[in-house]
């Protein structure tokens, strides 16, 4: 059987080589017509170079929406079912930042694996650092 996501689980995953005890928080799931649970994420414990950031290294990433199949690809273990959710402080800026485009139908999702998003956003902040 599948996982089913609910907002508040905590998962660990299978992280990249630089990356610590990485894990995502279910943060809230949605259902779309077309890609099925939408799955937004906020994922802890990860490594990404960021100039931006005090220390140079991003530790954590409040948001990032994923299908279920990426998720379902990346996690292990769950941890805990009474975790973070989409409206708790620290992580509803984020959260409302992509759902209302995404509502209006101008922001989409990752269907790439968790480890490819955390890449692809390590290779944008040196891009621009």
Same mark, same amino acid.
């Given at each position: 059987?599948?996982i089913q996501f609910e907002p508040?689980? /905590?998962? =660990?995953?299978? +992280? =990249?080589?630089?990356?610590?005890?990485? &894990?995502?928080?279910?943060?809230?799931?949605?259902?779309?017509?077309?890609? *099925?649970?939408?799955?937004s994420i906020a994922v802890t *414990?990860?490594?990404? =170079?960021?100039? !931006?950031?005090?220390? #140079?290294?991003?530790?954590?990433?409040? &948001? +990032?929406?994923?299908?279920?199949?990426?998720?379902?690809? +990346?996690?292990?273990?769950? /941890?805990?079912?009474?975790?973070?959710?989409?409206?708790?402080?620290?992580?509803?800026?984020?959260?409302?930042?992509? =759902?209302?485009?995404?509502?209006? #139908?101008?922001? #989409?999702? !990752?269907?790439?694996?968790?480890?490819?998003i955390l890449d692809v956003i390590?290779?944008? %902040? %040196?891009?621009?650092?």
């Amino acid at each position: 059987m599948a996982i089913q996501f609910e907002p508040g689980q /905590v998962w =660990r995953v299978l +992280a =990249r080589p630089q990356d610590g005890d990485a &894990h995502v928080a279910v943060l809230d799931v949605i259902n779309d017509g077309e890609l *099925g649970q939408i799955c937004s994420i906020a994922v802890t *414990g990860i490594n990404i =170079r960021n100039a !931006f950031v005090e220390g #140079g290294v991003q530790t954590q990433l409040p &948001h +990032a929406p994923v299908t279920a199949e990426v998720l379902r690809a +990346a996690v292990t273990e769950l /941890v805990e079912s009474d975790g973070p959710t989409a409206e708790m402080p620290g992580f509803s800026e984020a959260y409302h930042q992509w =759902r209302e485009p995404y509502d209006a #139908g101008e922001a #989409g999702v !990752f269907t790439i694996s968790l480890n490819e998003i955390l890449d692809v956003i390590e290779q944008a %902040a %040196a891009a621009h650092g």
